[in-house]
């Protein structure tokens, strides 16, 4: 940063790991979301259209698990998307247990189709398969309370990765 003229700016290479990442995720999800609104979503909302559409109907608390958010953060979310008929609520009897499930309605599946042809058309900030991996990695292992080697395979998980959702970033 320049005070005055006095000062450098100070170059990338010299910041913290933790000012890279959340440098490149801003400017990568500014990137995305300014594309994905042509369609009227963001990407927090195509992360949780995804989920819906590939396990079916769930729970609000089995859901916010899977995306790593809070159960609270979820429910404000889930009830602006359902004011957009992005989602809808499945009477619990439907599903054949107690508790408040959700689903993709039928316009957040056309939606979530027109944002993934959009996805297909351009390339996500260049993230290719091997950033991609050392970011899964880096996930799963602050995740598990220990930060991975460099180097480090994924191990098992998600064939795709595409439902990750960073751990403290809520659905739009």
């Not at 959009?118 to 990695?137: F, H, Y």
């Amino acid at each position: 940063m320049t005070y005055q003229g006095s000062r450098k700016m100070q170059n990338e290479g010299d910041w913290e790991p933790v000012r890279l990442l959340s440098t490149a995720a801003r400017l990568v999800r500014r990137e995305v979301d300014n594309s994905l609104r042509a369609v009227g979503l963001t990407q927090e909302r195509v992360t949780v259209l995804r989920v819906l559409l590939a396990d079916g109907p769930m729970r609000r608390a089995e859901l916010a698990r899977r995306l790593r958010v809070t159960a609270q953060t979820l429910g404000t979310a889930l009830a602006s998307m359902a004011g957009q008929g992005l989602v809808e609520e499945v009477p619990a009897g439907t599903v054949g247990r107690s508790g408040r499930w959700m689903a993709i309605s039928e316009r957040g599946q056309k939606l979530l189709a027109d944002a993934e042809n959009l996805e297909q058309d351009q390339s996500t900030a260049g993230i290719g398969p091997e950033l991609r991996l050392e970011l899964m990695t880096l996930i799963r292992g602050l995740e598990h309370g220990r930060p991975p080697s460099p180097g480090m395979p994924s191990g098992t998980g998600m064939a795709d990765g595409s439902r990750l959702a960073a751990p403290a970033d809520p659905p739009g």
